[in-house]
């Protein structure tokens, strides 16, 4: 198997790390610290093309593949894990549903601004009672004339306080089954009836802008129903099956992020008269971060390789997310370690990415959901491919 990347891959993947060392980086602890979200990176990103890598050209995106984005999503969040989950929830929860199963007046409406990052999107699926039950959720839209009225209340909104868009997952015919009964709808933000609450204090991720959405008889169009009545659940999960690769190429992001610095500091850092990189304790922590990386690397593009190549992904994006998601948490932990006491400050990026990485095991599917749905992938098909 070729494992090398294509010219333009390369080319993709410099670009994106030239732009987060030299613009993302040097903001990360600061943004952090004040719980900011970096309006204008992201204007730059879209600026990039990286809001929008894998919608159409004639949509405004970039075209690119899936390999490209996971790539990018690396770089991204190698310098801040907040940026890498705004641009994932944007292009894979967002413009990847639109693109998907929009109709062309939806593509021609959304995609364009929100690929530019002129408008922000957020995915709205939890609820306070519904997390990874996701066909339990509550949130009713009853059809009235040519519009939607919609009720309800959304959790853990990635992006939701800055998003002019919202997918939104709800109940639109209670007679049908858990699954058979959602549909899912565009709404945006200056909808009347639409209440965004206050920003969630989050151990992790604090430059990212999670909130409650609350929706207290909001009309919406009825040509904002994205797909058909009735289709919420598929539309969900496939958005859910594409995005976990991406979140898994944040994890290695912040994994690889952590090997650098822990890599940095056992060569500088002395104890007992030589560098602390020299015992035998420490190396054995750095060599298996970097086996544990590289492993999960190679999962995630294998993942994203085999949405590009037209087969079956939805197993190999739940083992990359994963695998590359512990990957990151025992990486986080093995740098604070290795750092020591001066880890556990806020004076070396390590507590940070410790913070950071733990939410990688929760959102877009924990990971007793990905296990699930690698034992279904396994119990009803080959072991194999």
Not at 343 to 367: C, N, Q, V
Request: proline share 3%; hydrophobic share 40%; aromatic share 8%.
């Amino acid at each position: 198997m070729d494992f090398r990347l294509s010219d333009e891959q390369e080319l993709i993947r410099r670009t994106v790390r030239d732009f987060a060392e030299t613009h993302i980086a040097p903001i990360a602890a600061a943004i952090d610290e004040q719980e900011r979200f970096p309006v204008e990176t992201v204007r730059q990103l879209g600026e990039l093309g990286l809001m929008g890598m894998n919608v159409p050209p004639e949509y405004g995106g970039g075209g690119t593949d899936f390999v490209s984005h996971a790539l990018a999503m690396e770089e991204i969040s190698r310098a801040c894990a907040a940026h890498g989950v705004i641009v994932s929830v944007n292009n894979s929860l967002v413009c990847w549903p639109i693109a998907e199963y929009g109709s062309e007046e939806q593509k021609r409406k959304y995609l364009p601004e929100l690929a530019a990052a002129k408008k922000i999107g957020a995915f709205s699926l939890s609820e306070p009672g519904s997390g990874s039950d996701s066909a339990g959720l509550q949130t009713v839209a009853v059809a009235d004339g040519d519009s939607y009225v919609l009720n309800g209340t959304k959790a853990w909104v990635s992006n939701g306080g800055q998003a002019q868009v919202y997918v939104v997952f709800c109940r639109t015919d209670k007679s049908s089954s858990k699954h058979r009964g959602l549909s899912c709808l565009l709404v945006e933000r200056d909808t009347p009836g639409i209440t965004v609450g206050a920003k969630e204090k989050t151990m992790g991720i604090r430059a990212s802008s999670t909130v409650q959405l609350s929706f207290t008889d909001a009309r919406v169009p009825r040509a904002n129903l994205l797909g058909h009545e009735g289709q919420g659940f598929e539309i969900a999960m496939k958005t859910l099956d594409g995005g976990r690769f991406g979140i898994a190429a944040q994890a290695v992001g912040i994994a690889q992020a952590c090997l650098d610095e822990a890599l940095r500091y056992a060569q500088e850092r002395q104890a007992f008269d030589r560098p602390i990189g020299s015992f035998q304790g420490v190396r054995f922590m750095l060599a298996d971060m970097a086996t544990n990386i590289q492993a999960a690397r190679w999962l995630t593009l294998h993942a994203a390789f085999c949405r590009d190549t037209k087969q079956p992904y939805a197993k190999w994006g739940s083992m990359a997310k994963l695998f590359a998601s512990r990957t990151a948490v025992e990486c986080a932990d093995h740098n604070v370690q290795i750092h020591g006491g001066v880890g556990y400050t806020r004076d070396f990026p390590a507590e940070r990415h410790y913070r950071d990485a733990k939410i990688l095991e929760i959102y877009e599917g924990t990971s007793q959901i990905q296990r699930v749905v690698i034992a279904e992938q396994l119990l009803g098909g080959s072991t194999r491919g």
